[in-house]
C-alpha cells in the first residue's frame, strides 16, 4: 500500500509558465511534507517544507500548498525555467522522523 | 559546514558476490542517518534508518544489514547479492531530533548486480 502518490509520472511545461506538480497521501499521521528535486546520477536536495498546521508555504519561485481533508499537497513554481528540469519527489513525516517518499514526477521546462 | 560522502560511486558485482557501501557524515553530531534505494523508475524506498551507535531498525525485509560503529559512519552490506539488489543506493542524515527538518542525502552509489 502505497501512502504517498505522485500520479503523475512526467510533466512538460514550456519556460516562464507555471509548473504544478501533485501528490496526494492516505496517512493521516504525516504531519510534515517535503520537495526534493533530484538530478540524474545525484542525491536529492531539499526544496521546500510544509507543516500541517499551515497551508501554504512560499519561497521564492516555489510554493507548497496543502490541503488537509483532500490530504494533498502541490508544488507550485512561478516563472519555470529550463533549470528546474528534473524529477520532484514529495515526502511526507511523521513525528518518528522517517520520511515515505512518492515515486516521483519528472519536469521538464522547454526552452 | 556538513557534509555527508558516500562511496564507491559505481559498483558492479557478481550474483552471490558480498557488499559493503560507506557513508560519512561531516560536521554535524548525533545525526539520523537513513539508507535508501532508488529501483530504476520509482521513488525512494527505505531501507535502514539509525538514530544513534549500534541503534539500527529496518524497515524491508531482505538480505541486505546495516551498521553503525561511530556515530557518523553507517554501512550497508550484503553477505550475498541477489540480482534484485541492483539500483540507486543513497545515504541521508538529518539533525537528530529528526523531525520537522529536511534530510541531506549524499551522491548515491550506483550498483549493478549481474
Known amino acids: 500500500d502505497q501512502q504517498v502518490k505522485q500520479n503523475s509520472p512526467s510533466l512538460s511545461v514550456q519556460e516562464g509558465r507555471i509548473s504544478i506538480l501533485n501528490c496526494d497521501y492516505t496517512n493521516s499521521m504525516f504531519d510534515y511534507f517535503l520537495w526534493y528535486k533530484k538530478y540524474p546520477a545525484e542525491g536529492p536536495t531539499f526544496l521546500i517544507s510544509?507543516?500541517?498546521?499551515?497551508d501554504k508555504n512560499e519561497d521564492g519561485r516555489f510554493t507548497v500548498f496543502l490541503n488537509k481533508s483532500a490530504k494533498h499537497l502541490s508544488l507550485h513554481i512561478v516563472p519555470s525555467q529550463p533549470g528546474d528540469s528534473a524529477v520532484y519527489f514529495c515526502a511526507a513525516d511523521t513525528n518518528a522522523g522517517k520520511s515515505t517518499f512518492g515515486d516521483g514526477t519528472t519536469l521538464t521546462v522547454k526552452p | 559546514s556538513q557534509t555527508i560522502h558516500q562511496w564507491p560511486a559505481t559498483l558492479v558485482q557478481p550474483v552471490g558476490s558480498p557488499l559493503s557501501l560507506e557513508c560519512t557524515v561531516e560536521g554535524t553530531s548525533n545525526p539520523n542517518l537513513y539508507w535508501y534505494r532508488q529501483a530504476a523508475g520509482r521513488g525512494l524506498q527505505l531501507l535502514f534508518y539509525s538514530i544513534g551507535i549500534d541503534q539500527i531498525s529496518s524497515e524491508v525485509p531482505q538480505n541486505l544489514s546495516a551498521s553503525r560503529p561511530q556515530d557518523r559512519q553507517f554501512i550497508l552490506s550484503s553477505k550475498k547479492l541477489l540480482l534484485s539488489d541492483s539500483g540507486f543506493y543513497l545515504c541521508a542524515w538529518r539533525d537528530n531530533p529528526g523531525q520537522y527538518n529536511e534530510q541531506f542525502f549524499g551522491p548515491g552509489t550506483r550498483l549493478t548486480v549481474l
Open positions: 510544509i507543516s500541517s498546521i499551515k
